[in-house]
């Protein structure tokens, strides 16, 4: 299976995630492409509240597409319990997913169900096929072996 694992990340966290989820992918002997949603310009604290409380978007510093595998791996953080609005103009610019399967991982201090549910509406709106989602607190992947189990979890799930 070919996938590709998308992730935004600010403190480094949800970087760790998304590539624990891309080893346990190649692991079970899936390729895979890690791809870094980049914005185009940096932003600053109060400036990314704003945007995501007001579900407001970013310029990213490309236009990403999903290659043609059978499975998304989408991982961010909650700001503000919101959408944080690298995430949001990402799936702004999907096309049709035509069917895809997607993990969905939203982390972050109090990450909340209704970010959880936002994107997953998002993303049926594109066509995904099964989605595996999961709101995580950081202190539940404060390791690298809890960041490991989640993701055996959610891989597990999606390609079953």
Known sequence: MQATVAYFSVSGKNEQMAKAIDRELREKGHSTELVYLKPARAMGVISAVFRSVFSRSVELAEHYTV?????L?????????????????????????????????????????????????????????????????????????KMAAVAADAVSQAVS
Request: net charge positive; proline share 5%.
């Open 67 to 71: 290659s043609d595998g059978e499975l």
């Open 73 to 145: 791996v989408l991982v961010g953080p909650v700001w503000a319990s919101s959408v944080n609005p690298v995430t949001r103009e990402f799936l702004a610019q999907l096309s049709d997913l035509g069917g895809k399967r997607v993990i969905n991982l939203v982390c972050g201090f109090s990450p909340h169900e209704n970010v959880v549910r936002e994107i997953n509406k998002q993303l049926k709106a594109h066509g995904a096929g099964k989605i595996v989602s999961r709101a995580v607190r950081l202190r539940d992947i404060d390791s690298p072996d």
